[in-house]
């Protein structure tokens, strides 16, 4: 059989997937629903090889990049057993203190993309730290399934507070010149909201594809915010006229994109929602809003 191409598939694959990988299916729901699919040759299994992540070959920073110092350390934090950890990335051999960006996984801990994604922050000029909020269960654990089912067992404003103790690490870091901002992608997108709620002095918020905080939360945000959306991610997009309408109310600072034709998940290159026109756009924005508020 000739390898799949994305168009190949229908969006329903890609709708399922979605709800698989956000914890409304089962694993033996989602190959049951799957299967109806599986037609003109195709199988279940090719379907979900073909839109399962790829980390071996998609990294396009690589973890000893020689451009980059790189390391993992440790951060005490009020939750999570009293320490985290979390990828440090910054250019080698910079002398002047930078500015700093938290990078925040998925519902999945800090898998091989987050990774990449934190070095490729770095590459642009910054400090980047990636937590990992499944630390206090062992860290990523080296797939994402095991990886959703893990994060399931936290509470997700007891990882909030871990990403804001993640902040405060990096503001007080030696490296760092204290202007600090997050961005953060599906649940990441969350905590990237809600950090522009709880942190004041949070400099830039870029969730992408985030969920919304409440409409009474946004009138303490601070930070402005460059929002990323997915056209076919009704899921998500379905919070954001309520959102906007409370970001107008209070005189709030954010710009806001819809990319068109394009799935909830499409900057992750590690699977085939992955949009690359899309994915490069949006990168472009998030890193020169960066540079525009966090010197």
């Not at 399934?145 to 404003?157: I, S």
């Not at 992608?185 to 985030?210: H, Q």
């Amino acid at each position: 059989m000739k390898p799949l191409k994305k168009e190949d598939i229908n969006q329903k694959v890609f709708d399922l997937y979605d709800d698989y990988a956000h914890n409304k299916l089962s694993r033996r729901k989602f190959i049951e629903k799957l299967s109806a699919f599986a037609v003109g040759g195709i199988t279940v299994s090719a379907l979900l090889s073909f839109i399962s992540p790829n980390y071996l070959d998609t990294v396009l920073i690589a973890a000893n990049d020689p451009k980059l110092d790189t390391e993992y350390i440790y951060y005490n934090s009020p939750q999570g057993g009293g320490r985290i950890k979390g990828q440090l990335s910054r250019p080698k051999n910079t002398q002047e203190k930078l500015p700093g960006v938290i990078v925040v996984h998925e519902n999945r801990g800090l898998n091989p993309y987050i990774e990449d994604v934190g070095r490729r922050t770095a590459l642009e000029g910054f400090i980047s730290l990636a937590p990992d909020a499944l630390t206090p269960l062992g860290g990523y654990p080296g797939n994402d399934d095991e990886g959703r089912a893990l994060q399931k067992q936290r509470d997700r404003n007891d990882m909030l507070e871990d990403f804001i103790a993640a902040f405060n690490y990096l503001k007080n870091h030696e490296n760092c010149n204290g202007h600090i901002g997050v961005v953060g992608f599906c649940f990441g997108g969350w905590i990237s909201n809600m950090m522009a709620v709880k942190v004041p002095n949070l400099k830039a918020a870029v969730p992408f594809y985030g969920s919304a905080p409440s409409t009474e939360e946004v009138a303490t945000i601070n930070a402005p915010l460059l929002l990323h959306f997915a056209e076919l991610d009704t899921r998500v997009n379905d919070g954001w006229p309520a959102y906007e309408t409370a970001l107008k109310a209070n005189n709030k600072a954010y710009t806001a994109h819809l990319y068109p034709n394009v799935n909830h998940g499409f900057h992750n290159n590690t699977t085939p929602r992955y949009d690359d026109p899309a994915a490069t756009l949006a990168w472009q924005r998030t890193i020169s809003f960066f540079k525009e508020n966090l010197q």
